[in-house]
Structure formats: structure tokens, C-alpha cells
Antibody
Framework: QVTLRESGPALVKPTQTLTLTCTFS??????????VGWIRQSPGKALEWLAR???????YYSTSLKTRLTISKDTSKNQVVLTMTNMDPVDTATYFC?????????????WGQGTLVTVSS | DIQMTQSPSSLSASVGDRVTITCRAS??????LNWYQQKPGEAPNLLIY???SLQSGVPSRFSGSGSGTDFTLTISSLQPEDFATYYC?????????FGGGTKVEIK
């Protein structure tokens, strides 16, 4: 059974750095074709892909946010960590992590429930 | 980056209606196109991957078609539980992108 769960602060101040952790079970990020991605959704808005990390430790970032994002994995803990620097109120959103499976393309087949992050002083 | 444009942004339909949602890519993405359904307060749920492959457990009234730049999600007979927002997502590029969403509302 595949599960993912996001954790991190619910409230951050402007200019602070956000650190989110995705803890997963039911698969291994050492398996070829396995990846984990982060996606966010501002209130009432569309999904926005942020970053992904692959089983071979390749990392990819959204072009618009790449200067602020860092993704890493700890395979021994089954965790993926996303950091976002210089947080702003426009970064207020629900942040999801999801398993990204490689097959015929890449698709998010399992998602965490999401964690709401509010940026406010 | 590859831009994904969905149309319409919203639609009203009745139970039993046939519903079609379109997604257009800014360049050819072969068949690397996925569809998700999202209900309020929930995470998205994968419906279709690789343009036309039905994800396990998804009802057969959902179908996908298309290749290149133009894709379609069809719900053959809309059910009450299908009222939701639908998103397309491309994986032709390593930099993934989602469409803007289509909200399906009750007429």
C-alpha cells in the first residue's frame, strides 16, 4: 500500500525559508523509475508543479521557482525534503507531494493529502 | 516550458450528459498527457495516463484520446460524483506542467 504524507509548518513569515518533508511508504526511491514530486495549489487556483527528484538522484525544478527551490531525498528514511527560500504571501498554498511513476511517460499515481502553508507576518 | 491550455475553464452539465474537455499543448508532446480529477478539499486523483490509458479503479465512462498537441477527456455519462475540477498534465518535458483546470458544475 502506497502512502505519502506531507509535514511542515503551517505558518511562515515573509522572507523565511520553508522546509517541507514528504514521508512515504509502500515503495522505494532506489527502484528504477520511481520519482517523487512536489505540487502546490494556491487557494482557488490551478495545480502548479514545483520540483521532482528521481531514483537516480536527478533533480528538476520549475523554471519560475528554480532559484528558490532545493529538493533532496533520504532513502533510508523514505523521505523527500523540499526547501523554498524567501517566502512571500503569494506562496500561500496547499503543498502536495506525490509519487511520480515512470512508464509511458511520467504520471502522479499516488498523492499525499496536502499541507496548507500560510505566509504572513 | 511547455504550456498547457484547457478549455472550457468551466462548464455546466446534467447527470447523464456526455462531457468533453480539451487540452492543448504549446508544442507536440506525443502521447505524454495525463488527466486528473480533483474534488474540493481533496488531493487530485489520476484518471488517465499516456493520453488514453485508464488508471486502475477508474470507471470506464472516463476515456482519453489525442496525440501531438490536442487531447480530449470524455465522460460518457456524467454521474453525480463526477462534478469536480479536471486537470491535464504533460510529461514530454522533464519540466512538468499542468493545465489551468476545467470545473464541471451541475446544471
Amino acid at each position: 500500500q502506497v502512502t505519502l504524507r506531507e509535514s511542515g509548518p503551517a505558518l511562515v513569515k515573509p522572507t523565511q525559508t520553508l522546509t517541507l518533508t514528504c514521508t512515504f511508504s509502500g515503495f522505494s526511491l532506489t527502484t528504477s523509475g520511481m520519482c517523487v514530486g512536489w505540487i502546490r495549489q494556491s487557494p482557488g487556483k490551478a495545480l502548479e508543479w514545483l520540483a521532482r527528484i528521481d531514483w537516480d538522484d536527478d533533480k528538476y525544478y520549475s523554471t519560475s521557482l528554480k532559484t528558490r527551490l532545493t529538493i533532496s531525498k533520504d532513502t533510508s528514511k523514505n523521505q523527500v525534503v523540499l526547501t523554498m527560500t524567501n517566502m512571500d504571501p503569494v506562496d500561500t498554498a496547499t503543498y502536495f507531494c506525490a509519487r511520480l511513476l515512470s512508464g509511458r511517460g511520467y504520471y502522479f499515481d499516488y498523492w499525499g493529502q496536502g499541507t496548507l502553508v500560510t505566509v504572513s507576518s | 516550458d511547455i504550456q498547457m491550455t484547457q478549455s472550457p475553464s468551466s462548464l455546466s452539465a446534467s447527470v447523464g450528459d456526455r462531457v468533453t474537455i480539451t487540452c492543448r499543448a504549446s508544442q507536440s508532446i506525443n502521447s505524454y498527457l495525463n488527466w486528473y480529477q480533483q474534488k474540493p478539499g481533496e488531493a487530485p486523483n489520476l484518471l488517465i495516463y499516456a493520453a488514453s490509458s485508464l488508471q486502475s479503479g477508474v470507471p470506464s465512462r472516463f476515456s482519453g484520446s489525442g496525440s501531438g498537441t490536442d487531447f480530449t477527456l470524455t465522460i460518457s455519462s456524467l454521474q453525480p460524483e463526477d462534478f469536480a475540477t479536471y486537470y491535464c498534465q504533460q510529461s514530454y518535458s522533464t519540466l512538468l506542467t499542468f493545465g489551468g483546470g476545467t470545473k464541471v458544475e451541475i446544471k
